[in-house]
């Protein structure tokens, strides 16, 4: 499979190593200030593209991706608000994507073992929970992504939850509070965390490094390009290769 990638930082460095050793080729490398690449008779004959870059571009190199007709793995955060504005173009034109605030499938792991005991927990009030992120110096978004997706899961899985912020102070009891600090070459880790007088339970996922990120980026690549037209995430592709959608969904 011929891969574009784009967004040639640290991450696209690391998916390019990995999609090598899956046995892929590199079409092209797009990086900010080259988007006349886009344009490119490598670009226009690559199977899928694999976008990491940053919030400002991410909406425009969607658009580039989804108006060629490559399929395109999306691991951008910080873009979102946009979504129904690509999911629209993606529908009129025909186009394949699939996003995700975190392509690590420890994350996606972790996500299915929290929603499960978010719902256990709603059923014992004495139980209050917390959220923590920890993320390198270079990450320009907080909360991260993966911080965002992990609080809305949990609101929506646990009933005694309405809503969630980001802070350090006290909250009420129905609000989820997130903690988010950047320090040093923390690849990222996230915890949740359910405090009560008697104990204290946590699950965390702690990333070793990108590289986890850039493996579930590169299968996802390869699930997109014989999937229909459509947008995705990435729980979809899960529960279609574990055969088990009701742990994802």
């Not at 870059?53 to 989804?66: D, E, R, W």
């Not at 989820?176 to 950047?182: G, I, N, T």
Request: one cysteine or more; aromatic letters at 8%.
């Amino acid at each position: 499979m011929k891969i574009a990638i784009v967004g040639y930082g640290r991450m696209g460095h690391i998916i390019e190593e990995v999609a090598r050793q899956r046995g892929h080729e590199i079409a092209c490398t797009i990086d900010q200030g080259e988007e006349e690449k886009f344009s490119s008779p490598e670009f226009l004959g690559a199977d899928a593209a694999i976008e990491f870059s940053v919030p400002q571009a991410a909406v425009g190199n969607l658009k580039h991706c989804i108006g060629a007709k490559v399929p395109v793995v999306c691991g951008t955060t910080g873009w979102l608000q946009y979504l129904p504005e690509i999911a629209d173009m993606c529908l009129a034109e025909g186009g394949r994507l699939i996003h995700a605030t975190n392509f690590s499938i420890g994350v996606n792991l972790f996500w299915a073992f929290n929603r499960y005991m978010a719902q256990v927990f709603s059923k014992f009030p004495e139980y209050k929970p917390s959220l923590s992120e920890i993320h390198h110096v270079h990450k320009l978004d907080h909360p991260s992504g993966t911080a965002i997706t992990t609080a809305e899961m949990t609101v929506g899985a646990d009933t005694l939850l309405k809503s969630w912020r980001e802070t350090d102070a006290e909250v009420a009891s129905d609000v989820l509070a997130v903690h988010c600090e950047r320090r040093g070459e923390v690849p990222g880790i996230h915890s949740m965390m359910w405090d009560s007088a008697d104990d204290f339970i946590e699950l965390t996922h702690s990333a070793k490094s990108r590289r986890g990120f850039a493996e579930g980026a590169v299968l996802s690549a390869e699930w997109l390009v014989k999937q229909n037209p459509a947008m995705y995430g990435i729980s979809d592709m899960l529960a279609d290769i574990t055969h088990t959608a009701g742990i994802f969904k």
